[in-house]
């Protein structure tokens, strides 16, 4: 168990890095010890860039999510920076507003279909939902199966684009999806999966969660904004 001091102690940081310098001269063999120490500084520094934000903190380098906004919000930025620089081809979720909630939804064009970025119980994922508003359906959920039967047509030409598609109708609900899970990892304690860490935020890290959910949405928009751009909605209307 590592105390703390009684007494807290003040040092001179340029004066200690003078020392750590003349120590590595003496001891190379512990560089790779310094080099762990440094790159946990890193991450402790990481973390003060989120302090700034209401709804988040840290246990350790496990985060808490009180408020999904701040997540979305960061997403939402780094998706942007990443189509700017012609690093993804499309930016799925531009213009969204982040909110409170576990998702962010973007129309895909078609009607009753849209895009969403989930931080669900199987973890975080991007998904087609297929869920009819319109008044003038009656029989809603039989709407919503004919229109996933009509897209799974395609399901083995989209998985041979897309490995791990969940193919998701849900006789029992009145909606329907096909997702992809990006991430096995929670924001809060409402979800039982491993924690998202700080070292999986950080942007120094090339496999960061944001740049992952980019790159998988704008895959994701590719192989299927096709296939529901050729679906004809009139015509499934008249099965009902």
Not at 8 to 31: N, T
Not at 90 to 113: C, D, L, M, R, W
């Amino acid at each position: 168990m590592i105390q703390k001091p009684l007494k807290p102690f003040e040092i001179d940081p340029k004066a200690f890095i003078l020392m750590v310098e003349s120590f590595i001269k003496s001891y190379p063999q512990h560089s790779l010890e310094l080099k762990e120490i440094a790159e946990k500084g890193g991450l402790e520094l990481d973390k003060l860039d989120y302090f700034s934000e209401k709804g988040i903190n840290f246990n350790e380098n496990n985060v808490n999510y009180a408020d999904y906004t701040v997540f979305w919000k960061k997403y939402l930025e780094i998706e942007d920076i990443l189509y700017g620089n012609h690093l993804i081809k499309n930016s799925v979720f531009e213009s969204i507003k982040p909110s409170n909630n576990n998702a962010i939804f973007k129309t895909s064009g078609v009607q009753n279909i849209s895009y969403s970025l989930v931080a669900s119980k199987v973890g975080i994922k991007i998904e087609l939902l297929i869920k009819t508003l319109r008044s003038d359906i009656k029989d809603k959920k039989l709407f919503n199966k004919l229109i996933f039967d009509e897209i799974k047509k395609n399901q083995r030409e989209l998985n041979s684009k897309f490995r791990n598609l969940v193919w998701d109708r849900l006789d029992n609900r009145m909606y329907s999806r096909i997702y992809f899970i990006i991430e096995k990892r929670s924001l809060n304690n409402k979800v039982n999966l491993p924690r998202l860490t700080i070292g999986e935020m950080t942007l120094k890290n090339k496999n960061n969660i944001y740049d992952k959910m980019s790159i998988n949405s704008d895959k994701f928009y590719k192989i299927f904004d096709p296939v529901l751009k050729k679906i004809d909605i009139k015509k499934i209307e008249k099965k009902l």
